[in-house]
């Protein structure tokens, strides 16, 4: 059974709806899943409610429960493919630059 401190590590968000003209409470983790409010902390709460109904729904049928974002273990590993040209121009000017392709890589996914 999860307990309520797993419920609240869940990734929630709430945004303005400008096609519902409320605020959308959503979860991440489990996608589909809505609420919709006039007030953010309504929105927020209400989406607590459906993902706590939802988690209860799915203990009860034997499925596999999320694990929140927030509680799963990355590597710091990922593989992207790019087409050959690309890998090239991008060692290249790591090279210029005196760094590793993948030190390159990673500052140019950080930059905002």
């Known amino acids: ?5 797993t419920l609240n590590h869940y990734s929630y968000r709430i945004q303005w709806s400008n096609e519902d ?5 959503t979860c991440l983790e489990i996608p589909g899943l ?13 989406i607590q409610r459906v993902v706590c109904e939802a988690v ?3 203990e009860a049928r034997g499925e596999t429960v999320p694990e929140p974002l927030a509680e799963r273990f990355y590597s710091g590993r990922f593989m992207v ?13 790591a090279a210029e630059q005196g760094v590793s392709l993948n030190r390159l890589v ?6 905002k």
């Open 1 to 5: 059974m999860v307990d309520i401190n």
């Open 21 to 25: 003209h409320e605020y959308k409470g």
């Open 34 to 46: 809505s609420w919709l409010d006039d007030s953010p902390t309504r929105a927020l709460s209400g």
């Open 56 to 58: 209860a729904d799915m």
């Open 81 to 93: 493919r790019i087409p050959p040209e690309q890998h090239r121009r991008l060692v290249v000017e």
């Open 106 to 111: 990673a500052m140019k996914l950080s930059a």
